[in-house]
């Protein structure tokens, strides 16, 4: 047996210099982030000058200069394109709630869906809206006509057929800009908007506020309207190409969902709902959102049927790149795409310019480029699985085989069995760098850790492949040769349906993904470099290496041991900003809990709750009280029960009684889903006590045996008791209680005087709800609600005596109510107040 030779072509570029240019790009990111887009000027100076430098000096301190102009150079460039002056863009829209006209050109056709998507969406009986992206460049608003140059999101609540993309289009309708963040953890949309160019959103009523008019006079006007059409006619081609070649499918089942999902890159159809939480949770998310590898299979196989026919090289990149084009083409503009389709450009360039490169040197100009493109993407975890696991399979593998056979056996002298068997073994090396290099990037973001990641990946990968192969090709056929692409769609469907459901047996296994609490950035890094460390080693040391990944594992899991989560010495209330809904995060001891946990935004426990809880260290969180039986209070606890342990939901027997009278109703299919899930329901009423680590929280209504035809004259109400060094704190939860029940509560309690207490029913303003606030005279009242109830000046002058604070207008409001006595009060938009419980220190509190 001999060494195998490396092959004698043009030499390999080092990829040092790529490496240390986008390192320093990200340095520069981060640094800017971190001191707020304040040293614009400063940044760029300091890079001119280290750039002086660099030519003064040679080798070391050069290199060391240009490390630190490009650096340097990068927050500048953050700060310039990011860090832009929000208020001046927000300023830019009127803030009165009048009629805004705004003329532009659809940059793609209107997209019609339900008004509010999530898993409870069918329950939700509304008609379709529109929404679609336009250009614009006129405004008219209550300060006159001007000029603009910037998109605009619209929603219509109804449908648009009478446009298409490529239109000019008055629209007349509210527009608002984009809103700061409002809960703990949410990203800047602002940032976010400016890296796009977005001026805000706009809601219009009725299509026929969207008027189409007269294009503009001028060549580029018409050349970026013909953009626009075209590409939205070529998408509008590929889905009816889809549609014709499996024309015999249900159009309901998993399988075409998932293949529309693959082929097409639209994930948005609810079938699609399970299977990518079943394939998120295994691991392998990334096998079903259109990335890197699916053009890489692409283009691979294209290569292979190129290579069959005799291309030329040459020849061969140029049609590659044209299809990897014209593929980015069909399927929806979305970040991961386009880096995808960058990264599969640079390496053909790479190959067609006849000279070597080192693979990790072009993924390192590769990610350069996507960074200066948007910048905001070194953030994003799609970015870093990216181009991470990218980076891992570019580099690991191969020093993991030579670990694994020291000497190289020539492909000539293997028999089939042992070249088969080399080739299984390959496959499983590169599934198991590319699952260890993820797992710590996955845990940080969505906190959770898949168990049989790397199985998965194995299993479903070949499947993935024969749908791109067979699904490209009865796309192309379905316009040429129809009864043959009719053929080959029931067959792709079988293999979609396959996939589909593989997916969902393999997240049904048995421990198949471990939820785990937040992890620190610092963790994350520590991680990755301990695993990259193990994986690149020259030599096998058992002891050494699985020490090193055990410690991963152990720092990991003692995140979650009880004596790491944070002690709150008294109560804390976090009430989160959901819109038009409720969550009340709860916190004592140790221990935690969530009152309500709902939105009008039936998305929102998918993504946007979860994320804040985390950011607020909640975890785990074994408690839910459901007040009562409204979806904008109970829609996200189905999300939540998995990822953070919940293990009862506290609810009335009216709301059991509820589900049970309608057994096709929402409230009846969450029961299914706890039931499925293993999660208790405990029935409480007016005496009994839920207990919160050192305190409780006495049920105060409604009666045992009550019986309320209205669901929020049932709403629990609950007061939590906080011993205190200043005496006994109280804090009152309400639910939607209405006219009845505040009756019987201040009957049954007349003395209730709360320090802390929920606005009843969202704060909803009526004459009986501002008598209750006022005969209960708390210190302190949050308002959990949408901007519809904001500021209501009917309550100005209960707000007038008293610390007021509305999620709407203030983002996420936290309590603390301290062992000493003292209660702080902050909210995510503005600063912390300190006050204490008293007649005096309610007349000097800050009102709102």
């Given at each position: 047996?001999?060494?195998?030779?490396?092959?004698?072509?043009?030499?390999?570029?080092?990829?040092?210099?790529?490496?240390?240019?986008?390192l320093?790009?990200?340095?520069?990111?981060?640094?800017?982030?971190?001191?707020?887009?304040?040293?614009?000027?400063?940044?760029?100076?300091?890079?001119?000058?280290?750039?002086?430098?660099?030519?003064?000096?040679?080798?070391?301190?050069?290199?060391?200069?240009l490390?630190?102009?490009?650096?340097?150079?990068?927050?500048?460039?953050?700060?310039?394109?990011?860090?832009?002056?929000?208020?001046?863009r927000?300023?830019?829209?009127?803030?009165?709630?009048?009629?805004?006209?705004?003329?532009?050109?659809?940059?793609?056709?209107?997209?019609?869906?339900?008004?509010?998507?999530?898993?409870?969406?069918?329950?939700?009986?509304?008609?379709?809206?529109?929404?679609?992206?336009?250009?614009?460049d006129?405004?008219?608003?209550?300060?006159?006509?001007?000029?603009v140059?910037?998109?605009?999101?619209?929603?219509?609540?109804?449908?648009?057929?009478?446009?298409?993309?490529?239109?000019?289009?008055?629209?007349?309708?509210?527009?608002?800009?984009i809103?700061?963040?409002?809960?703990?953890?949410?990203?800047?949309?602002?940032?976010?908007?400016?890296?796009?160019?977005?001026?805000?959103?706009?809601?219009?009523?009725?299509?026929?506020?969207?008027?189409?008019?007269?294009?503009?006079?001028g060549?580029a006007?018409?050349?970026?309207?013909?953009?626009?059409?075209?590409?939205?006619?070529?998408?509008?081609?590929?889905?009816?190409?889809?549609?014709?070649?499996?024309?015999?499918?249900?159009?309901?089942?998993?399988?075409?969902?998932?293949?529309?999902?693959?082929?097409?890159?639209?994930?948005?159809?609810?079938?699609?709902?399970d299977?990518?939480?079943?394939?998120?949770?295994?691991?392998?998310?990334?096998?079903?959102?259109?990335?890197?590898?699916?053009?890489?299979?692409?283009?691979?196989?294209?290569?292979?049927?190129?290579?069959?026919?005799?291309?030329?090289?040459?020849?061969?990149?140029?049609?590659?790149?044209?299809?990897?084009?014209?593929?980015?083409?069909?399927?929806?503009?979305?970040?991961?795409?386009?880096?995808?389709?960058?990264?599969?450009?640079?390496?053909?360039?790479?190959?067609?310019?006849?000279?070597?490169?080192?693979?990790?040197?072009?993924?390192?100009?590769?990610?350069?480029a996507?960074?200066?493109?948007?910048?905001?993407?070194?953030?994003?975890?799609?970015?870093?699985?990216?181009?991470?696991v990218?980076?891992?399979?570019?580099?690991?593998p191969?020093?993991?085989?030579?670990?694994?056979?020291?000497?190289?056996?020539?492909?000539?002298?293997?028999?089939?069995?042992?070249?088969?068997?080399?080739?299984?073994?390959?496959?499983?090396?590169?599934?198991?760098c590319?699952?260890?290099?993820?797992?710590?990037?996955?845990?940080?973001?969505?906190?959770?850790?898949?168990?049989?990641?790397?199985?998965?990946?194995?299993?479903?990968?070949?499947?993935?492949?024969?749908?791109?192969?067979?699904?490209?090709?009865?796309?192309?056929l379905?316009?040429?040769?129809?009864s043959?692409?009719?053929?080959?769609?029931?067959?792709?469907?079988?293999?979609?349906?396959?996939?589909?459901?593989?997916?969902?047996?393999?997240?049904?296994?048995?421990?198949?993904?471990?939820?785990?609490?937040?992890?620190?950035?610092?963790?994350?890094?520590?991680?990755?470099?301990?695993?990259?460390?193990?994986?690149?080693?020259?030599?096998?040391?058992?002891?050494?290496?699985?020490?090193v990944?055990?410690?991963v594992?152990?720092?990991?899991?003692?995140?979650?041991a009880?004596?790491?989560?944070?002690?709150?010495?008294?109560?804390?209330?976090?009430?989160?900003?959901?819109?038009?809904?409720?969550?009340?995060?709860?916190?004592?001891?140790?221990?935690?809990?969530?009152?309500?946990?709902?939105?009008?935004?039936?998305?929102?426990?998918?993504r946007?709750?979860?994320?804040?809880?985390?950011?607020?260290?909640?975890?785990?969180?074994?408690?839910?009280?459901?007040?009562?039986?409204?979806?904008?209070?109970?829609?996200?606890?189905?999300?939540?029960?998995?990822?953070?342990?919940?293990?009862?939901?506290?609810?009335?027997?009216g709301?059991?009684?509820?589900?049970a009278?309608?057994?096709?109703?929402?409230?009846?299919?969450?029961?299914?889903?706890?039931?499925?899930?293993?999660?208790?329901?405990?029935?409480?009423?007016?005496?009994?006590?839920?207990?919160?680590?050192?305190?409780?929280?006495?049920?105060?209504?409604?009666?045992?045996?009550?019986?309320?035809t209205?669901?929020?004259?049932?709403?629990?109400?609950?007061?939590?008791r906080?011993?205190?060094?200043?005496?006994?704190?109280?804090?009152?939860?309400?639910?939607?209680?209405?006219?009845?029940?505040?009756?019987?509560?201040?009957?049954?309690?007349?003395?209730?005087?709360?320090?802390?207490?929920?606005?009843?029913?969202?704060?909803?303003?009526?004459?009986?709800?501002?008598?209750?606030?006022?005969?209960?005279?708390?210190l302190?009242?949050?308002?959990?609600?949408g901007?519809?109830?904001?500021?209501?000046?009917?309550?100005?002058?209960?707000?007038?005596?008293?610390?007021?604070?509305?999620?709407?207008?203030?983002?996420?409001?936290?309590?603390?109510?301290?062992r000493?006595?003292?209660?702080?009060?902050?909210?995510?938009?503005?600063?912390?107040?300190?006050?204490?419980?008293?007649?005096?220190?309610?007349?000097t509190?800050?009102?709102?």
């Amino acid at each position: 047996m001999d060494e195998r030779p490396r092959p004698d072509r043009a030499p390999l570029l080092p990829a040092a210099p790529a490496l240390g240019a986008w390192l320093c790009l990200a340095a520069g990111y981060v640094i800017a982030d971190q001191f707020g887009g304040v040293f614009e000027e400063l940044w760029f100076a300091g890079a001119v000058a280290a750039g002086v430098f660099a030519l003064a000096f040679r080798r070391r301190m050069a290199l060391i200069a240009l490390a630190i102009g490009m650096t340097l150079g990068g927050a500048g460039y953050f700060d310039w394109r990011i860090q832009g002056d929000f208020k001046e863009r927000a300023e830019s829209i009127t803030t009165d709630r009048v009629i805004v006209h705004i003329e532009g050109v659809l940059r793609e056709d209107p997209k019609h869906g339900p008004p509010i998507p999530g898993a409870f969406a069918p329950f939700v009986n509304l008609p379709p809206v529109a929404r679609f992206t336009v250009r614009a460049d006129r405004l008219i608003d209550g300060r006159g006509e001007r000029r603009v140059n910037a998109n605009v999101l619209v929603r219509v609540n109804e449908t648009t057929p009478h446009v298409r993309a490529g239109d000019r289009v008055r629209l007349s309708g509210f527009l608002t800009p984009i809103r700061p963040p409002m809960n703990p953890g949410e990203p800047d949309a602002r940032r976010w908007a400016q890296q796009e160019n977005i001026l805000g959103r706009m809601s219009v009523s009725a299509r026929d506020n969207v008027e189409q008019v007269p294009a503009l006079p001028g060549l580029a006007n018409r050349v970026r309207a013909a953009r626009y059409r075209l590409v939205a006619r070529l998408r509008a081609g590929a889905a009816g190409w889809l549609d014709d070649a499996t024309g015999a499918v249900d159009e309901n089942d998993r399988g075409r969902a998932a293949l529309v999902a693959l082929l097409l890159g639209d994930r948005d159809d609810a079938s699609m709902r399970d299977v990518s939480q079943a394939m998120r949770r295994t691991g392998v998310a990334h096998l079903l959102s259109i990335s890197g590898l699916h053009l890489g299979v692409l283009v691979w196989l294209l290569v292979m049927a190129l290579r069959g026919l005799g291309v030329r090289v040459g020849i061969e990149a140029i049609i590659v790149a044209a299809v990897v084009i014209l593929y980015m083409t069909l399927i929806p503009v979305r970040t991961p795409i386009v880096r995808a389709g960058i990264m599969a450009l640079a390496y053909l360039s790479a190959e067609a310019a006849g000279r070597r490169y080192h693979p990790l040197a072009v993924l390192a100009w590769t990610g350069v480029a996507v960074l200066l493109w948007r910048p905001l993407e070194l953030w994003s975890p799609g970015f870093q699985l990216s181009f991470g696991v990218v980076a891992a399979i570019i580099v690991f593998p191969p020093r993991v085989v030579q670990r694994l056979h020291p000497i190289q056996i020539e492909p000539d002298v293997l028999t089939a069995k042992r070249w088969f068997m080399r080739k299984i073994e390959q496959a499983l090396i590169v599934a198991a760098c590319a699952w260890l290099i993820a797992s710590p990037i996955i845990a940080f973001h969505f906190g959770m850790f898949s168990v049989i990641g790397m199985i998965a990946s194995i299993v479903l990968f070949p499947l993935v492949v024969v749908v791109l192969g067979v699904g490209a090709g009865a796309i192309l056929l379905a316009a040429l040769l129809p009864s043959v692409a009719q053929a080959l769609g029931i067959v792709l469907d079988a293999i979609a349906s396959l996939l589909a459901e593989c997916a969902v047996w393999l997240d049904a296994l048995p421990f198949s993904v471990v939820f785990l609490p937040p992890l620190s950035v610092w963790w994350t890094l520590a991680a990755t470099g301990a695993i990259a460390f193990v994986l690149s080693s020259a030599a096998w040391r058992p002891r050494r290496d699985i020490g090193v990944l055990a410690l991963v594992a152990l720092s990991a899991a003692l995140h979650a041991a009880p004596f790491m989560r944070p002690t709150i010495r008294g109560l804390r209330i976090d009430t989160l900003s959901v819109d038009d809904g409720a969550c009340h995060l709860i916190r004592s001891g140790k221990e935690a809990m969530l009152w309500d946990a709902g939105s009008r935004l039936l998305w929102f426990g998918e993504r946007d709750l979860p994320r804040a809880l985390r950011a607020l260290n909640a975890w785990p969180i074994r408690t839910i009280i459901l007040s009562h039986p409204n979806l904008d209070h109970y829609s996200a606890i189905p999300d939540l029960v998995e990822p953070f342990g919940v293990r009862e939901i506290v609810v009335t027997q009216g709301c059991l009684d509820f589900a049970a009278s309608d057994p096709l109703g929402p409230t009846a299919h969450l029961i299914h889903q706890l039931e499925e899930l293993d999660v208790n329901l405990r029935i409480v009423a007016a005496g009994d006590v839920v207990p919160l680590g050192p305190i409780a929280l006495d049920v105060l209504h409604p009666e045992l045996g009550d019986e309320w035809t209205d669901l929020n004259e049932g709403s629990l109400v609950a007061l939590a008791r906080v011993p205190t060094d200043e005496g006994e704190r109280t804090a009152l939860f309400c639910g939607d209680i209405e006219r009845s029940a505040m009756a019987a509560i201040m009957q049954h309690h007349p003395n209730l005087h709360p320090d802390v207490m929920e606005a009843p029913h969202h704060g909803s303003a009526r004459p009986f709800a501002i008598r209750f606030v006022e005969t209960l005279d708390p210190l302190i009242v949050v308002q959990s609600t949408g901007l519809q109830r904001a500021g209501d000046d009917r309550w100005d002058h209960v707000r007038a005596e008293r610390v007021w604070r509305t999620t709407a207008l203030d983002g996420a409001i936290t309590v603390d109510i301290a062992r000493s006595g003292a209660i702080d009060v902050s909210t995510i938009r503005h600063g912390k107040e300190t006050l204490l419980s008293g007649a005096s220190e309610k007349s000097t509190s800050t009102p709102q």
